[in-house]
C-alpha cells in the first residue's frame, strides 16, 4: 500500500509557474511509475506526466511538453512537477498516482494506476 500527499497547488497569474510535490509513503520499488494527471470541472481526467521510480524515464502530455518538468528524490520518496509558463487552460484539481504494474511502457491512462492522492487545486487566472 502507498499513500501520497500532494501539495504546492495555488492561484497564479497566467505566464507563473507553481511546483506540485507528491510524497509517498509506504513501500515503492524501481518498478513504479509515478504519475501527474489533472481535471478540470466538467471534463475527464487527463494525463500530464509521468516518470519511473528508478531510472530517468518519463512521459509528457502533447499539451504540457517544454513548459512541465517532471522529477523525483528518491532519498525524500518525493515526486515534482515543476510547471511553467501557465496557462488558464491549466486550472484543474492535480493528482499524483502510482502505477505498480511490472510493465516497461510508462502508460498514460488513469485507470492503470493503483494509488491515488487527495489532488491539489492549481488556479491560473489570465
Known amino acids: 500500500q502507498v499513500q501520497l500527499v500532494e501539495s504546492g497547488g495555488g492561484l497564479v497569474q497566467a505566464g507563473g509557474s507553481l511546483r506540485l510535490s507528491c510524497a509517498a509513503s509506504?513501500?515503492?520499488?524501481?518498478?513504479?511509475?509515478m504519475g501527474w494527471f489533472r481535471q478540470a470541472p466538467g471534463k475527464e481526467r487527463e494525463f500530464v506526466a509521468a516518470?519511473?521510480?528508478?531510472?530517468?524515464?518519463?512521459n509528457y502530455a502533447t499539451s504540457v511538453k517544454g513548459r512541465f518538468t517532471i522529477s523525483r528524490d528518491n532519498a525524500k520518496n518525493t515526486v515534482y512537477l515543476q510547471m511553467n509558463s501557465l496557462k488558464p487552460e491549466d486550472t484543474a484539481v492535480y493528482y499524483c498516482a502510482v502505477d505498480k504494474s511490472i510493465t516497461p511502457l510508462i502508460v498514460a491512462t488513469a485507470k492503470a494506476y493503483d494509488y491515488w492522492g487527495q489532488g491539489t487545486q492549481v488556479t491560473v487566472s489570465s
Open positions: 516518470i519511473r521510480w528508478g531510472g530517468s524515464s518519463t
Open positions: 509506504g513501500r515503492t520499488y524501481s518498478s513504479y511509475v
